[in-house]
């Protein structure tokens, strides 16, 4: 979806009892895969795939995470990740999220930054480099 003249991929978010804590919410950490989906189903969204960066050598692993929790989930809550591209510089990226609750109200932000590695020897390189057309596609739908 375009969102004033950026992309944004939501997913639902299926909330497990496992999922939460002494508390009755959703664990803390559990966010953070709650962004890996956002972020799995941002790039599906645009036409590539993760596993297939993988196939031809790489891996974007992550370099840096921050969330903010605004509201919890409870099991039993209808939840949505949303994900767009915060900043593609050539060299890293930055997904930007948010995570709402069936009442469209933010439950948690956040930002993960990633890089672009070798598979064989974890090098950095560049990922405008080893995926031009993906770069350019992220380019065009970052924000601005």
């Known amino acids: 979806m375009l ?4 992309f944004v991929s939501t997913r639902e978010i299926q909330l497990y ?9 959703i664990y803390h950490a559990n966010y953070l895969k ?3 989906l956002g972020r799995t189903g941002f790039i599906e969204d645009l036409g590539y795939s993760y596993l297939a960066m993988e196939e031809s050598g790489y891996f974007a692993p992550v370099y840096d995470i921050q969330i903010t929790y605004k509201k919890p989930l409870r099991y039993g809550d209808k939840s949505f990740v949303k994900t767009w591209v915060e900043l593609n510089d050539g060299i890293k990226t930055i997904y930007g999220y948010t995570i709402v609750n069936g009442d469209d109200e933010v439950c948690a932000e956040g930002k993960s930054t990633h890089i672009i590695v070798k598979k064989d020897n974890f090098r950095p390189t560049s990922f405008k480099k080893a995926f031009p057309e993906w770069y350019l596609k992220y380019e065009e739908m970052k924000k601005k």
């Open 3 to 6: 969102v004033e003249n950026y």
């Open 17 to 25: 009892y496992a999922d939460t804590d002494m508390m009755g919410v």
């Open 34 to 36: 709650f962004f890996e």
